[in-house]
């Protein structure tokens, strides 16, 4: 058995474990306060616009129910695409902590200027939610990724309607190396208010950096933080690990390498004529294929199925760092003879 | 400097860094389904009644967060000494639940059955929460630990008073291989309702386990994990530290020393007649100083201040399994000089 | 100017003053301990199945929070259509109480049991809500009426599914007295698990009376009135409401009364030709005009707009026990000339 | 039976019926939309700060849940005195919001700016909740008021730690009326943020005025209130009753009045030697009795017992607007003959 599930199937990648395991006895200080994390803040810092705070975090669910709980006031509201990982897979984190989810359909996973101002208009009054935030994933949770243009849009539409934008980026690193992008994490910062850059899906054992920009929003957040229960007493294997990411961009190394593997399956699909359901962007593809096939490859493989409609299925594939280049190959072979 | 602040100063112990180093591009399933977190779990529950749930969570904040909401109904209420650490140390993570926390005095750190009694006779009415959990720790915030002559009475005038009793096992080991301690890992499973073993402060990078004894706390409990930010994506990382911890006694054999490190410094302290603001149990020790030695010991040594009160000062010195007996004996040599 | 606006717009009927206005200087028990409120929920009682417990609750958006929140834990989600009151005009208040409502289309503003089970079906693994209660309104926020076998069946889907049905009767009268009824009291307390009598919308100052049937939801209700903050210092104005409500049969004479009324006002929109948005079959109708029309109608009268399309309105004009039949002719002629 | 347990045993003022009565079947617009409340709101002004938001509510622990959840972020808390209502009578209805309270002891029901200065000094680290609000009610609990000075200082301290100050007024007109008071409303609004006007206690069916003096705090309340269900339908039926409160001079009438008759019980028992366990400010008198003597009173008369130590019992007799001079008189001569 292979598995194309995700891309948290492994530990980490060497470079990662080599620099934690040399602190094996080292003392540090508690809860993000040491000299790792410290410097881990330095090297990402050189990304960004000046003066950002950062913050390491456990994991994707945790860094957005911290990051929307920390915003938002008890009347207020969130904007997000019917498809965000906050509205369908975080087991109503975010309404665990008080606060209603405004979807809209999106296009291609992606919430558009217009849908946010019609979700505005139409939440007015008392009767109503105050929207006050909009949620958004680069790379979305169907792969694909914002350009320029549209994220520079949206975030002056935010600015216009005094609502927050918040980029969930525990896949950025794949939006940032795609084929397509013409965003930098400069970009990022620039266009949003605060967002979080992904390591648990990018060769670290689990972690996101939080980076807010926006100086309203900065003070207070490890209270935040810690009240939700994420403030790792031992705070120094995030600061390790991001300290590892961030040198000889490894960050960016590892998300190019699962986007250059999901190019040579999309490649390989399109040379057996099997449709997508999403447009290929990132490191994750949905090929469309009978039922019948789907089964026969869940014998081999594990992967998540999407949909199931008139016979047809499309699952996911998901590549990471670790997948295995000759894996790819096998997993195509073994498709095609399948066909 | 050297450290004397607390229990997760260091990485984690060699045996859990190798367990976990092995792994490094092993496939496996996310959320914990993986082999390493079911062989972790039927290392633990041979040591517990039959039929217990156990679930891996990441830190103590936010097992006592999750464990707490997910049991109780919006109306109900904990009962909790005022020095808990649900009480002082979590940034209000209890009540961002919903849930108060009724405080008592308690003895030594530990809660009585007749203050139980007392706060239950109190909140009978609409007006009132409604009493339904009772919060220990063991060992408790002060040092000091349980027998099992009180926790079965404290169980059972839980059970007489219909209140789910939970245990906050941060530092069970500690508690468990202390020389006053009559009581095991079944015993703390037959009288309580669930509680949890701690990773943390006893070797591992991070990681607790919750152990749910009462069936009618079971059901969904992965829910209200996920829904506070505590599914581990990676869960294998938490079910190898855990076979680890379970393979050869490593947990309790960490335990012990720890606990055999602030008994030397104890004696020390006893040579030096220093007096203890507390009686001395686990591997947490609290003498009382004078302000000016305390300011001396600073220069060289980290540790927290427990409180001030005309010129002196009560300090905590926090012994674990990474702390080396030769910093121990250079401590007392240091604190001797002062003098 | 009239007011077609809501069921809402005046103080109270007549009977209810007069039985409030007596008790002007009687000394009553606070919190719902009095007389009044005694004699009121026995006059209930009387047409409900065995043994329901009986509380007066100020509002419908704090019967609906109580209720839900009272019933929930916080991993447990509520199933409802996109139209329902919860959803959409109670400004977050479930959300804010920490609970997802997922939410189906329904037909005509009512659940289908095929609809329950899609989303329990779609809602199984640990990063998903556990639906756990199905909100209905009866009459439904679009005019429309549950038949008994449609009630039946939804109640048998949710003792299958382990789920309660909770039943927002904020005009419940106007359902029960609907030409088209099959229900009576009785019914909705065998097919439901809890539910509310409106008040407010049919008589009364304000006040609904919730009815618990199933006993494990009966234990402790009043301290979770008590927490939302719904519980009136003078509960004994409730009780003396629902005395004169339940007394000569007020409570469903105003209802009829205020059917009667719209039934006329469907009648004319017939002989006008003007279509329906909505079938007709309690207190509200929805007539579809010509926005021109509708802005030349509110220079006389106060009603909703429903939707806009195509340069064509959907007002919903609601009548009321306090309507004047004059008025309705007067409208019903105002209109005609406008055509 | 006579009652002197509490201040809102009778139905209202006549003032009050009479206004309410008025208004029948005339048709007002929905949730304090209305020309009552605005002409309310018109006269309640007359007596504040200059633009003010002013903002009827239904009931005590309702206002103390709504202005706290709209001041406060997650991570933000209150600092109240023990005896504060949120902090014991409320069942948890604070805490339900997810807001920690942080308790001083007080002195004679009041908090002093040392406590707030000691309760903000101990919280300051990423491990503590943040404190935000001081909560304050005027008259006490204790039956104790501010002086003009108290409340400055503690406003000034509020400004300096960068603390809003909210005044819980369920009796502020028993306050403004004391004897010893030397504080206008207009005070009020001057030396603190936020507070409300208590008509529940003062002679009103229900309804308190919550008064916004500070700018931050004004937007979007109203969703506030509809989100903790507190938004009446009918809004006009508080508009209405304070209309009357505040026309000539009523609200202050009745609580002199009150304040008159508990005057007159302190000076009786002045005479018959009995001890008071509070000093007497206002309308709550607290005698000292064996309890013996209070069983036998009990026979007679409703009162609240509020301690219980060495055979001696405080109990608590609360005098209002509604209560009879005669049975003043009748109860100091039936206690005479007890002793």
Redesign the interface.
């Known amino acids: 058995m292979?598995?194309f599930?995700?891309d948290?199937?492994?530990?980490?990648h060497?470079d990662i474990?080599v620099a934690?395991?040399k602190?094996?006895?080292?003392?540090?200080?508690?809860?993000g306060h040491d000299k790792h994390s410290k410097n881990a803040k330095r090297l990402i810092q050189n990304y960004l616009t000046p003066d950002c705070d950062i913050h390491f975090l456990?994991?994707?669910?945790?860094?957005?129910?911290?990051i929307i709980?920390?915003i938002?006031?008890?009347?207020e509201?969130i904007i997000a695409v019917e498809t965000g990982h906050i509205n369908v897979?975080?087991?109503?984190?975010i309404?665990?902590?008080?606060?209603?989810i405004l979807t809209v359909k999106g296009v291609e996973g992606k919430i558009t200027p217009l849908e946010v101002r019609e979700v505005v208009k139409a939440n007015q009054d008392?009767?109503?939610?105050?929207p006050r935030l909009v949620y958004i994933s680069n790379s979305t949770e169907l792969g694909t990724i914002y350009t320029k243009t549209e994220l520079k849009n949206l975030y002056e539409t935010c600015l216009e309607l005094d609502l927050y934008l918040f980029i969930d980026g525990a896949r950025l690193g794949a939006a940032l190396t795609a084929d397509d992008n013409d965003l930098t994490l400069k970009d990022i910062a620039t266009f949003s208010d605060i967002f979080y850059i992904g390591g648990?899906?990018n060769g670290a054992?689990?972690g996101e950096a939080a980076i807010i920009k926006n100086p309203k929003l900065k003070h207070?957040f490890?209270?935040?933080?810690?009240?939700?229960?994420?403030?790792?007493?031992?705070g120094?294997?995030l600061g390790a690990q991001f300290e590892a990411l961030f040198t000889n961009n490894l960050f960016f190394r590892l998300a190019k390498y699962a986007n250059g593997l999901a190019k040579k399956i999309t490649q390989g699909l399109k040379k057996l004529s099997i449709p997508l359901a999403q447009r290929w962007q990132t490191n994750q593809v949905f090929p469309i294929l009978d039922e019948k096939i789907v089964t026969k490859l869940k014998e081999d493989y594990?992967f998540d199925i999407w949909e199931t409609r008139d016979g047809k299925q499309t699952i996911r594939l998901v590549t990471s760092w670790?997948i295995n280049i000759n894996e790819v190959d096998a997993f195509l072979e073994t498709l095609a003879k399948l066909l």
């Open positions: 292979y598995s599930q995700n948290y199937s492994e530990l980490a060497n474990l934690l395991t602190l094996e006895t080292e003392q540090n200080l508690g809860y456990t994991g994707g669910t945790s860094a957005n129910k911290i709980s920390h938002l006031r008890s009347f509201a897979h975080e087991a109503g984190a309404e665990a902590s008080g606060y209603k008392e009767h109503s939610v105050v648990t899906k054992l689990f207070n490890k209270n935040t933080i810690k009240l939700n229960g994420g403030l790792l007493a031992k120094f294997i594990h670790a």
